[in-house]
T-cell receptor, first 113, second 113 residues
Framework: EPEVTQTPSHQVTQMGQEVILRCVPI?????FYWYRQILGQKVEFLVS????????KSEIFDDQFSVERPDGSNFTLKIRSTKLEDSAMYFC???????????FGPGTRLTVL | GQNIDQPTEMTATEGAIVQINCTYQ??????LFWYQQHAGEAPTFLSY????GLEEKGRFSSFLSRSKGYSYLLLKELQMKDSASYLC??????????????FGAGTQVVVTP
């Protein structure tokens, strides 16, 4: 069964460093999302992406964040200058259409020291 | 915005039935999803309701009443592996929010022998 994959599974970085989190959505899906979950808290929407552009972003998704689909398979989330409070699990999700269920990847645990 | 409420924790015995309630207040509504999340893992899709009524999928059923802003997830014949957090998520219906899911904090279900 096709699934969303994410790399790395765990990323440790120093405050102020840039990180890139990678995702490979399910191949025939057209809609992509990033969510994050701080330990012990709820899953929060960050950004949705369709047709090579951002469709919507939350207040969390400030100028330090960016997303890109550099080729036909990858979907990346970049944090330019990480802060301690960016430590969280970051989930990528994809769906075939805007009104279908979203399939989540296994997540990348980001730890900012 | 959305306000999504669900109980923090529920305990039930193996083989029993548990009902997890979710209430929401929203300016727009375009579907309610239930996800299961085991500790440290990604949310996995369980069910989706957009119209009023009951959707049944094996041991899991989900109900929606849009006029009451209410849904429940029913887990029957509980198994130990059902111990997990169950997340209620609402999709907004505004033009620019076709895909964004707003999650509740999750209900931790503990299944005891």
């Amino acid at each position: 069964e096709p699934e969303v994959t994410q790399t790395p599974s765990h990323q440790v970085t120093q405050m102020g460093q840039e990180v890139i989190l990678r995702c490979v959505p399910i191949s025939n899906h057209l809609y992509f999302y990033w969510y994050r979950q701080i330990l012990g808290q709820k899953v929060e929407f960050l950004v949705s992406f369709y047709n090579n552009e951002i469709s919507e972003k939350s207040e969390i998704f400030d100028d330090q964040f960016s997303v890109e689909r550099p080729d036909g398979s990858n979907f990346t989330l970049k944090i330019r200058s990480t802060k301690l409070e960016d430590s969280a699990m970051y989930f990528c999700a994809s769906s075939p259409g805007p009104y279908n269920e979203q399939f989540f990847g296994p997540g990348t645990r980001l730890t900012v020291l | 915005g959305q306000n999504i409420d669900q109980p923090t924790e529920m305990t039930a015995t193996e083989g029993a039935i548990v009902q997890i309630n979710c209430t929401y207040q929203t300016s727009g509504f375009n579907g309610l999803f239930w996800y299961q999340q085991h500790a440290g893992e990604a949310p996995t899709f369980l069910s989706y309701n957009v119209l009023d009524g009951l959707e049944e999928k094996g041991r899991f059923s989900s109900f929606l009443s849009r006029s009451k802003g209410y849904s429940y997830l029913l887990l029957k014949e509980l198994q130990m592996k059902d111990s997990a957090s169950y997340l209620c998520a609402v999709r907004d219906s505004t033009t620019d929010s076709w895909g964004k899911l707003q999650f509740g904090a999750g209900t931790q279900v503990v299944v005891t022998p």
